[in-house]
């Protein structure tokens, strides 16, 4: 039998022992490098150096040793065109037929905590990327394998078949090509940070497929979703999910806004979720007495909606739960108690993020058609701002623990928005309107008489005074929102006449 040429050099060895062995029972000899070479001799799997190939040594602390003719050429030659074979033999070259490699861990690299610059830039890997583009260039002759989970099918279609399918080379180089591009998009992403580029000319990004969904926002929709390697862990796209049905795109989308407004508190606190708006939110000693507030701000809406909690969910908090169809239930933890309540219900989904992570700082990246738009998350918080009290009157101690809850919402709810809110919980939320009073009247209209002394913050500046005019009727007593409209005076003016106090931030919170 004539020997093909396989050549094999990986960072991560899982199975690779194994996978050489067989391939030298289908008759195959097998070239390998540094690592991968000594773990194969170990075993007894016969092997033959790079260095036997290139007749060179592998020099520069092994930043070369493929990067050879000898290689290169067995790996591009097209092995079905006379003119190539006559070249190869020529210059006494070995066409190689199958290519078995896996890259430098730079990720993993980058990943530690601790990682040195030189460390990282040593973890670029030169000569594994060129091989796996040059063999996925060359599928139509060429098997090339990246992935340790595609060795038993390459081995089977050998066995079956003396070599393996054309499609199959085909899904192989696509995956090269997708592997090598994340990789260097990895670098590319490490290297601008490091260069502080905050506006490249071209932004590369890559994501991990994490599941497969059912469907999309409707039925109608296909939809996936993936997870951005090296990504902030105190994320939904990190958490672990303990009990339930399989998450839905809806339910990733509701799970992640719910997560973003409980990170607002350090204190126990409860938020309470509707498609991607809150409904509810509270605070409180326990995270049982938030989540009771969260609960009465709202009762109606939080059917079928999902809950983040900061602290654990305890028996207590976990009963009162269990009372309620939910979706999903976030927390950092539960008791055993609580588990074995919550566990009761088949379909109701448990995560658990880690909330004594930090977030990374990442950019929020949304797609239009053909196009992406990129912005900084808004972390913008109220002691960052310049707050002043343009009226007459300043609010009170409880009245300025009500405006600083209501400014924390605001800034998650789909504009227009108004958040009506007392100090420890919201009473009404206005969101999502084409102008700002009719968000207003629904804010104020579910508050009802909670609204009275109460506080009412707005995403935006008001452009009449119409909005003072319906919180003052409604009763409310403060009122905090950006200013910097030219009719700013009209609405003082207003908030003056009703004895409202005003305080205007500088600061405007769109969310569209």
């Not at 599941?211 to 993936?226: C, D, I, T, V």
């Not at 809806?250 to 992640?256: M, S």
């Amino acid at each position: 039998m004539t020997k093909k040429r396989a050549l094999i050099s990986v960072s991560d060895k899982n199975g690779i022992v194994d996978f050489a062995r067989e391939l030298v029972e289908l008759g195959f000899e097998i070239v390998s490098t540094g690592g991968t070479k000594k773990a194969l001799a170990e075993a007894e799997v016969p092997v033959i150096g790079i260095s036997e190939v290139t007749n060179f040594p592998e020099i520069l602390e092994g930043r070369v040793k493929t990067l050879h003719p000898n290689i290169h050429g067995g790996l591009l030659a097209k092995v079905g065109e006379e003119g190539h074979r006559q070249q190869l033999e020529e210059h006494g070259i070995t066409p190689i037929e199958l290519v078995c490699v896996n890259l430098y861990p730079f990720q993993q690299t980058i990943s530690k905590e601790d990682v040195s610059v030189e460390d990282a830039i040593e973890n670029i890997d030169i000569g594994g990327p060129a091989m796996l583009r040059a063999s996925a260039k060359n599928h139509e002759y060429i098997t090339v394998v990246v992935d340790p989970v595609d060795y038993r099918t390459v081995l089977e279609e050998y066995k079956q078949n003396g070599r393996t399918e054309a499609t199959t080379r085909r899904k192989l180089a696509a995956k090269v090509f997708r592997h090598t591009a994340a990789y260097d998009s990895l670098i590319a992403e490490y290297m601008t940070n490091l260069a502080g580029e905050e506006n490249p000319e071209k932004l590369t990004v890559t994501y991990e497929l994490k599941q497969s969904l059912r469907y999309g926002e409707n039925p109608h929709q296909k939809a996936s979703f993936y997870r951005k390697p090296l990504g902030s862990s105190f994320s939904i796209a990190n958490a672990q999910q303990l009990h339930g049905k399989e998450l839905s795109y809806n339910n990733i989308n509701d799970a992640d806004a719910a997560l973003q407004i409980v990170k607002e508190f350090s204190e126990p606190a409860a938020v309470a979720i509707k498609h991607m708006n809150p409904c509810g939110v509270g605070t409180g000693n326990t995270v049982y007495d938030a989540f009771l507030k969260a609960f009465e701000a709202d009762p109606v809406s939080i059917f079928g909606g999902i809950i983040a909690l900061n602290r654990e969910v305890d028996g207590e908090t976990a009963g009162k739960l269990y009372e309620l169809f939910l979706e999903i239930i976030i927390a950092p933890s539960f008791s055993e108690e609580a588990l074995e309540i919550l566990t009761g219900k088949k379909n109701l989904r448990l995560l658990t993020v880690p909330f004594n992570h930090e977030d990374k700082k990442e950019m929020k990246l949304t797609t239009i058609e053909g196009g992406l738009l990129a912005q900084d998350f808004d972390t913008y918080g109220l002691e960052q701002a310049t707050v002043s009290v343009a009226t007459k009157r300043e609010p009170t101690e409880e009245e300025w623990d009500a405006l600083k809850l209501g400014w924390k919402i605001v800034k998650h709810v789909k504009s227009n928005a108004i958040v009506v809110a007392g100090k420890d919980a919201t009473i009404g939320i206005g969101a999502g309107q084409m102008n700002r009073v009719g968000a207003a009247k629904i804010a104020l209209e579910q508050a009802g008489k909670k609204a009275e002394g109460a506080a009412l913050a707005s995403d935006a500046f008001f452009p009449m005074d119409d909005t003072v005019e319906a919180a003052a009727k409604a009763g409310i007593t403060a009122i905090i929102q950006p200013g910097g409209s030219v009719r700013d005076k009209d609405s003082i003016k207003k908030a003056d006449e009703y004895g409202i106090a005003m305080v205007f931030t500088g600061v405007r919170h769109f969310k569209h």
